[in-house]
């Protein structure tokens, strides 16, 4: 499988573990953020942005998916009511005429439109690009207003858990390929939330309102989550605490298994589809070798409205450095999840499509790298150019637009000083800085001879070679090297 | 040099004279308009738009540009007075609280926001992205409210024309290799195109707004122009008259020359100026080996207020079917030009940093290309998919899961239908529909002799491997097809 190849793997992992020990101050990225929340990204962030980019989307690929695009914007009444509490950080276009629109807060409430607009039964795709949400910018965990999501989905009425478990292979693909260190996907399902709230004893007009407090159980502790419910959304302290004993279970299909005993749980039909539906992915995670990365966790919640069946959601963990403690989560990188109602909601008969499917957390991802590679003190390049076309002699700017035109045309990667007469020492500094390996030089006693020297920057070996040889030559050093 | 390759060249031309003879109506795409002006992108079109995007962007980085990239919407005040008669088409941000916004309207401006408020002094990058005007979105002609462009620009204090005979280099490596069969490039300085106007007797206070009259000759013919200048614009007819006699001027360097000598212009400081400029630059682009394909026209002006110096056009021709007519332009796919005052306005004491760049109209490419595979009734593949895993028999999914998981392993891309038990009729089918060369399948009987087999979708023979040697067999195949 393709990987990042930045860092061996083992300097990553140690890394990491050093790196998640830090406070989060010093994960401040050197960036300026405007005002408004968003940020210019530099040629550096582009590369690495580029290589981790090309590997999700290679693995997209990998598993058969088609591109495709929608507008950033869509109509605004498209985009209410999907995202739950979200929906109030929708940023909203001016009305100048014409319809009320906004900027797109996700990529799959655009696609679930696509499929019912155009009547599609069936698509895997993947889609790249940008979201906008209007939430107070922090800096410190990556999070900016305009962000790059990058989405794989699966439409289509298909045989139970296979897609979804695809799903959970392509998190693991790109994780492992990314070379981020240990991870572990939780998964949970709706309906198993749903009436894990019911057994329980929450009101149903309170089932969003506490699966959102749940939700935030990776970022805060349980007595915290336990306050908010019942001082704050006026959940019973009871309930709470029966809550709490399931929301504290994770482990692996035996857990599963378990709660098919439990003597609340067992009682609750929709619980009990759910339950049977995880059994059934454990087994063709089982046979996609990964079921040991995938945790049954009953405290995963997923914000998001849309989500109607099994959810998940990727985190990295650092190594204990003391043996038996708790390995520690560091935030999600990866998630998604079954959404089999959404598309019905914008076709006019109500139509379903059942769909399922993930997002990578590319910004969060891009983040860990960057700081990684400042840490290191590692450079990458930003640009290709294998050549410099150079001279140690005044008048030669026309000879050296000749050579030029000429390395182009044979689709070499070349530059030149844009300067009549550069120094010799000015060109040579160019290609040490911005990492060149080839320079080609051109002056009196070569125009004479018939002949240009090719210069190697490492070595500063050079050797003259005939004129009408030089892209060949070029040619074979680019491809030996 | 790359091309695009997916048909060959001499068809393509051909083809070209056919179609620009078509009523424009037929050019109307099958892609479904929203309401707002704006598009779905099917994984068809992303499939020609990857191929043309990757052969522009490899020409940008062949020449040494670094990608960055800056946010959708910037600070209104940003945008504002810098786009000339345009600027009204800018969509605004509703007033959610902060700061007023706007979504960009081409990629220069923010690229020099990005210059002067990073202090960046020289920088050669590109820039792939969208951006949105408010125009009556004209469907025929392939206009949206939301489009891609593709820009190119070197910043930075150089010796004059070196940088800018490059910009010109690169549209036509660019429109080469896209082939999209024969091309001029009409070139002009603003500082001629003002000369002219001065010489001529037009107000100063009147340039700009006469200055985008004459922007509208590819499209008008000069009556309609003259019209509107002296009927609405309250120019003098004689004015009016003696700019007709230059606009109708175009050649190449000797038409330079001509000028150099024209009593009027001549007298002009400015014109002296853009006409030296032009003179050194053809020089340039003959050591380039383009210069047949650049025509000096005094009728091009550019719109936008920005420009300062060079500026240029590229247009496609048809070849003319009578002996001796002249040939049609059939509307700009690249354009450009020197802005040298842009950075200095974002500047708080006004530094400027001299500016060149090119656009390439990747929305009409995009168009032209893919009308021309529809009438070639060509289809593009929209997966990359290269097995698909199926079986014969009931009750195979196991071994199905266990299979693909390997190939996916491996790097292979690999498909399989989501049903527990497909036909095997049906698994072929899908990969004739979708292009997949090869099937793995494995049945009783393989499984039995610890087999499968390999088939060729296009020859429909059959081979039998050993399972061991599956994912080394395939790799063999791929690596000779």
């Known amino acids: 499988m393709s990987q990042l190849g930045l860092l061996p793997r083992r300097a990553w992992t140690a890394l990491l573990s050093q790196l998640l020990r830090l406070p989060c101050s010093s994960c401040i990225q050197a960036v300026r953020c405007h005002s408004?929340?968003?940020?210019?990204?530099?040629?550096?962030?582009?590369?690495?942005?580029?290589?981790?980019?090309?590997?999700?989307?290679?693995?997209?690929?990998?598993?058969?998916?088609?591109?495709?695009?929608?507008?950033?914007?869509?109509?605004?009444?498209?985009?209410?009511?999907?995202?739950?509490?979200?929906?109030?950080?929708?940023?909203?276009?001016?009305?100048q005429g014409g319809e009320l629109l906004s900027l797109r807060y996700d990529l799959t409430v655009p696609f679930a439109r696509y499929l019912a607009m155009n009547k599609v039964k069936k698509m895997k795709r993947y889609h790249v690009g940008k979201v906008w949400r209007r939430e107070s910018p922090t800096i410190v965990q990556g999070r900016y207003r305009e962000f790059c999501q990058c989405d794989f989905d699966i439409a289509g009425q298909f045989d139970p858990m296979i897609p979804d478990a695809e799903c959970l292979k392509i998190m693991c693909e790109i994780l492992n390929g990314l070379q981020l260190g240990d991870f572990l996907i939780k998964v949970n399902d709706r309906r198993i939330v749903d009436g894990m709230f019911a057994v329980c004893g929450v009101p149903e007009s309170k089932f969003s309102t506490i699966c959102s407090s749940i939700d935030k159980l990776d970022k805060m502790a349980w007595k915290d989550v336990r306050h908010e419910m019942v001082a704050k959304k006026g959940l019973a302290p009871e309930v709470a605490d029966r809550?709490?004993?399931?929301?504290?279970?994770?482990?692996?299909?035996?857990?599963?298994?378990?709660?098919?005993?439990?003597?609340?749980?067992?009682?609750?039909?929709?619980?009990?589809?759910?339950?049977?539906?995880?059994?059934?992915?454990?087994?063709?995670?089982?046979?996609?070798?990964?079921?040991?990365?995938?945790?049954?966790?009953?405290?995963?919640?997923?914000?998001?409205?849309?989500?109607?069946?099994?959810?998940?959601?990727?985190?990295?963990?650092?190594?204990?450095?003391?043996?038996?403690?708790?390995?520690?989560?560091?935030?999600?990188?990866?998630?998604?999840?079954?959404?089999?109602?959404?598309?019905?909601?914008?076709?006019?008969?109500?139509?379903?499509?059942?769909?399922?499917?993930?997002?990578?957390?590319?910004?969060?991802?891009?983040?860990?790298?960057?700081?990684?590679?400042?840490?290191?003190?590692?450079?990458?390049?930003?640009?290709?150019?294998?050549?410099?076309?150079?001279?140690?002699?005044?008048?030669?700017?026309?000879?050296?637009?000749?050579?030029?035109?000429?390395?182009?045309?044979?689709?070499?990667?070349?530059?030149?000083?844009?300067?009549?007469?550069?120094?010799?020492?000015?060109?040579?500094?160019?290609?040490?800085?911005?990492?060149?390996?080839?320079?080609?030089?051109?002056?009196?006693?070569?125009?004479?001879?018939?002949?240009?020297?090719?210069?190697?920057?490492?070595?500063?070996?050079e050797v003259a070679i005939k004129r009408e040889n030089l892209v060949a030559e070029i040619q074979k050093r680019l491809s030996e090297s």
């Not at 989307?57 to 739950?84: I, N, Q, W």
């Not at 040991?292 to 204990?320: C, N, Q």
């Not at 059942?354 to 891009?366: A, D, H, K, M, Q």
């Open 36 to 95: 408004q929340g968003t940020r210019d990204l530099s040629p550096q962030q582009m590369v690495v942005r580029e290589k981790i980019l090309d590997l999700v989307v290679s693995c997209f690929k990998r598993h058969g998916a088609m591109g495709m695009d929608t507008p950033a914007f869509e109509l605004k009444e498209m985009l209410t009511e999907k995202y739950g509490e979200g929906s109030g950080l929708m940023y909203d276009l001016k009305d």
């Open 243 to 461: 809550i709490g004993d399931y929301v504290q279970c994770h482990g692996g299909v035996s857990l599963v298994e378990q709660m098919f005993q439990d003597p609340r749980l067992s009682q609750n039909k929709q619980a009990l589809e759910g339950l049977g539906d995880l059994k059934l992915l454990f087994e063709y995670l089982t046979l996609f070798g990964i079921a040991e990365k995938i945790s049954f966790d009953l405290s995963l919640a997923r914000g998001l409205d849309y989500y109607t069946g099994v959810i998940y959601e990727a985190v990295l963990l650092h190594t204990p450095t003391q043996a038996g403690a708790e390995p520690l989560s560091v935030g999600s990188v990866a998630a998604g999840g079954r959404y089999d109602g959404l598309v019905g909601m914008f076709d006019p008969k109500g139509h379903k499509v059942p769909c399922v499917g993930l997002s990578i957390g590319v910004e969060r991802i891009f983040n860990i790298v960057e700081q990684r590679m400042k840490t290191f003190g590692e450079k990458v390049r930003t640009t290709e150019t294998q050549v410099l076309v150079a001279t140690p002699h005044k008048n030669f700017l026309q000879e050296r637009l000749k050579l030029i035109a000429e390395l182009w045309d044979a689709g070499i990667k070349a530059e030149m000083l844009y300067k009549n007469n550069p120094k010799l020492l000015t060109q040579l500094h160019y290609c040490e800085s911005t990492g060149i390996p080839l320079v080609v030089i051109v002056g009196e006693q070569e125009l004479k001879e018939g002949v240009v020297k090719i210069r190697s920057v490492a070595s500063r070996e």
